[in-house]
């Protein structure tokens, strides 16, 4: 079964400041790791994915993650946030398998200040 | 279809009342989720669709929700004598495989009254 736990509901940073978004995940296999993002009014978007290879993975609008088997961790990180950053982050695995299904955690809300 | 279409958009039923909720995946998806997301939470996991596999039902809050897909097309979710506490938005989505992204559809806006 699988699990993840995203600390901090809301995270507050200036424009410019770094973001770390923290996401810990609990698996009994292997796992498959993502983080989506949705914009206010908007669908659900892909921003990274982790299967294998190479443990740190970058994505989208300048965000990228390490995946750190030692700490079952999958933080998510931009050097300098940007306004349009605002949104809501969510962290899911899911196992090498396939018959894993996706969980998703509870998600962060991300405010990004002048 | 060129993404996941979910219908109707919005409903608004009475407490008591059954609703079906309708999700087309991308053809060739073998992989159906459905996602429940209330006001301000994050995704609700309910229940997954992946091939000719037995659907895992773990996250179906209670017996008043069923769901069904006919093979590797439209999936409906059920919602019987619904209650205030159902009001949400339900969401599909769907994957070629395990470790590729998902697509979401819009999702359903349920009100419950």
């Known amino acids: 079964a699988q699990s993840v736990t995203q600390l901090g509901s809301h995270v507050s940073v200036s424009e410019g400041a770094l973001v770390l978004l923290r996401c810990n995940y609990s698996?009994?296999?292997?796992?498959?790791l993502f983080w989506y993002v949705q914009y206010p009014n908007q669908g659900l978007q892909l921003l990274l994915k982790y299967t294998t290879g190479a443990t740190l993975v970058k994505g989208i609008n300048g965000f990228e993650a390490e995946f750190k088997k030692s700490e079952t961790s999958f933080h998510l990180t931009k050097p300098s946030a940007h306004m349009s950053d605002a949104a809501e982050y969510f962290c899911?695995?899911?196992?090498?398998?396939?018959?894993?299904?996706?969980?998703f955690g509870k998600g962060t809300k991300l405010t990004v200040n002048p | 279809g060129a993404g996941v279409s979910q219908s109707p958009s919005n409903k608004v039923t009475e407490k008591g009342k059954d609703v079906e909720l309708r999700c087309d995946p991308i053809s060739g998806h073998t992989a159906l989720y459905w996602y429940r997301q209330r006001l301000g939470q994050g995704l609700e996991f309910l229940i997954y669709?992946?091939?000719?596999?037995?659907?895992?039902k773990s996250g179906l809050p209670s017996d008043r929700f069923s769901a069904e897909r006919t093979g590797e097309s439209v999936s409906t979710l059920t919602i019987q004598r619904t209650q205030q506490e159902d009001s949400a938005v339900y969401l599909c989505a769907s994957t070629r495989s395990t470790g590729e992204k998902l697509f979401f559809g819009s999702g359903t806006q349920l009100s419950v009254l």
């Open positions: 899911a695995v899911s196992g090498q398998g396939g018959s894993e299904k996706l969980v």
């Open positions: 669709f992946q091939g000719n596999s037995a659907p895992d």
């Open positions: 698996s009994s296999v292997p796992p498959y």
